[in-house]
Antibody, heavy 116, light 108 residues
């Protein structure tokens, strides 16, 4: 069955870089868009960016040049990297599948706290 | 960017009641709308896509309707397991995808 699971640090210091891995099973990354969405107290659900089935990416301009999404299809993994973290980046980060008809499967999410 | 305005922000209803949640887009999104349910401590789960299509496994008491800029999610015969927050999302014009602020549904 389709499964997605995020892994990442629970605590990151301000100005540092956040790295999260989404490991998927039950489908191929070369057949679906993969999304990153976060949920913060300040902005609710916020789309961050995606990587297409072909490997190209699109990002929310809100994150400007801080965000990078990549993948390793041989490991069934998608990666999020975001630098220059601020306290307002504290929240739950999700990977999700899909894009042309909603996001049909989501990971459990990983809570990230940005604090010194 | 397309803005999504959801109402009400919170809602209290009794078991067996019918509940309706509204979502308004800042421009026509041509039925490019999804609804999600999120229970406390869990990730969002897709309920409805293309404004009125039920996602696999979703109970038939959930339905979606609307067109243009106005959309709604209806829950017939409210069950205790429906207590959750509900979000709309437009995917007609992306990037970016945009979400509503959510509706928190509680039991009366």
């Amino acid at each position: 069955q389709v499964q997605l699971k995020e892994t990442g640090p629970g605590l990151v210091q301000p100005t540092q870089t956040l790295s999260i891995t989404c490991t998927v099973s039950g489908f191929s990354l070369t057949s679906y868009y993969m999304q990153w969405v976060r949920q913060t107290p300040g902005k609710g659900l916020e789309w961050m960016g995606f990587i297409r089935s072909g490997g190209s990416t699109e990002y929310n301009s809100e994150f400007k040049s801080r965000l990078s999404i990549s993948r390793d299809t041989s490991k069934n993994q998608v990666f999020l990297k975001m630098n220059s973290l601020k306290t307002e980046d504290t929240g739950v980060y999700y990977c999700a599948r899909g894009g042309i008809a909603g996001f049909d499967y989501w990971g459990q999410g990983v809570m990230v706290t940005v604090s010194s | 960017d397309i803005q999504m305005t959801q109402s009400p922000a919170s809602l209290s209803a009794s078991l067996g009641e019918t509940v309706t949640i509204e979502c308004r887009a800042s421009e026509d999104i041509y039925n490019g709308l999804a609804w999600y349910q999120q229970k406390p401590g869990k990730s969002p789960q897709l309920l409805i896509y293309n404004a009125n299509s039920l996602h696999t496994g979703v109970p038939s008491r959930f339905s979606g309707s609307g067109s243009g800029t106005q959309y709604s999610l209806k829950i017939n015969s409210l069950q205790s397991e429906d207590v959750a927050s509900y979000f709309c999302q437009q995917y007609y014009d992306y990037p970016p995808y945009t979400f509503g602020a959510g509706t928190k549904l509680e039991l009366k």
